[in-house]
């Protein structure tokens, strides 16, 4: 069977937010497929938040395009509201108000009558439903917002920064919560700097930097173009020199006969290289993603 074609539920192109002087985001672009766990990395101030405003029409675009289930979110968020639930980088809930008041208001003002879907995740996460959200922990005000962000079933979930505060417990159950999300067929946006999570739960992932998407691939394509961990013995002692101007491969350490590389893309002339020098024994391992999530976190190519 050949996939429906579908619309994408976020479509943004070239997506600009100045605050004056100050860079917001600057040309962003990407779609989110119905279905879709699309992740949104990037390192403090990089503008994952800022985004996310501008879909939700909490911030009007400076210039671009953006469309969330084919509305404008700057003049239409009313329909888009309705069918996403999101939980802000920095949940303002109100202190003096329980959990249940929170709960309670929400469902109310979303029209929820079914309650039975808000009591389960109530129960999932254990979220503390008596006190003045004043008198709670972090990640237990945590729990709060997620389950206002979850409760209606929404269409789309916008998650901005979601397990932060939760302990481990928590973030498992909050994996779960989104694999069951996908399996109903409804779409995630995701930000997040655990990168572990994002490995695991998103199909899709864009990095941000300095407000400038770098890369956007599929998990297993930035997987395929991460840097390897390559290591060769000699018999003998064997300078960088030999391998430097190899293209792709990079001398991490050399020690004696020992020399670790790190390899990016085919290989074949490295073992050509290390096959004439005599290598006596090889290992690699594939790196996983962190090493290049944490190369694009780095300032190396900053390219303004
Ligand atoms: N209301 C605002 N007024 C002025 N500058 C802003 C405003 N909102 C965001 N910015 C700026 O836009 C840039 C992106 O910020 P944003 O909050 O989107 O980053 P982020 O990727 O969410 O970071 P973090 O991981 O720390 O949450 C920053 O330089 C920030 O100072
Ligand atoms: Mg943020």
Redesign the pocket.
């Known amino acids: 069977m050949t996939r429906p074609q579908t619309a994408p539920i976020v479509d943004v192109d070239r997506l600009t937010r100045r605050?004056g002087e100050?860079?917001?985001?600057a040309d962003v672009s990407f779609t989110i497929a119905p279905g879709e766990v699309f992740g949104f990395l990037?390192?403090?101030?990089?503008?994952?938040?800022?985004?996310i405003r501008l879909l939700l029409g909490l911030y009007r675009p400076t210039s671009g395009r953006m469309r969330v289930f084919d509305h404008d979110p700057t003049h239409e968020s009313v329909p888009i509201l309705r069918r996403v639930g999101y939980l802000p980088?920095e949940l303002a809930l109100h202190p003096k108000l329980t959990g249940a008041q929170h709960l309670e208001r929400i469902a109310r003002i979303r029209d929820l009558t079914d309650v039975g879907y808000r009591d389960e995740l109530v129960r999932r996460f254990g979220a503390q439903l008596d006190q003045p959200v004043r008198a709670l922990s972090k990640g237990n005000r945590q729990k709060i917002g997620l389950v206002l962000a979850f409760m209606h079933r929404p269409e789309l979930l916008v998650l901005?920064?979601p397990t932060s505060g939760l302990d481990p417990l928590m973030q498992n159950e909050f994996a779960r919560l989104i694999r069951e999300t996908v399996d109903d067929g409804r779409t995630v946006l995701l930000?997040s700097?655990d990168l572990e999570e994002v490995q695991e739960l998103a199909h899709r992932v864009a990095i941000?930097k300095e407000?400038r998407i770098v890369v956007t691939d599929t998990v297993e394509g930035l997987r395929r173009t991460a840097p390897r961990t390559v290591e060769f013995r000699f018999n003998h002692p064997v300078t960088a020199a030999e391998f430097q101007q190899l293209p792709g491969v990079e001398v991490r350490g050399i020690d004696d006969g020992r020399v670790t590389l790190s390899v990016t893309g085919a290989v074949s002339e490295l073992l050509t290289v290390a096959g004439n020098l005599g290598a006596v024994d090889v290992s690699a391992r594939r790196a996983d993603l962190d090493e290049l999530f944490l190369g694009f976190y780095r300032d190396e190519q900053s390219g303004d």
Request: no cysteine; aromatic share 4%; hydrophobic share 20%.
């Open positions: 605050f100050r860079r917001g985001i990037g390192p403090n101030g990089a503008g994952k938040s800022t985004t980088g901005d920064e930000s700097h941000i407000g």
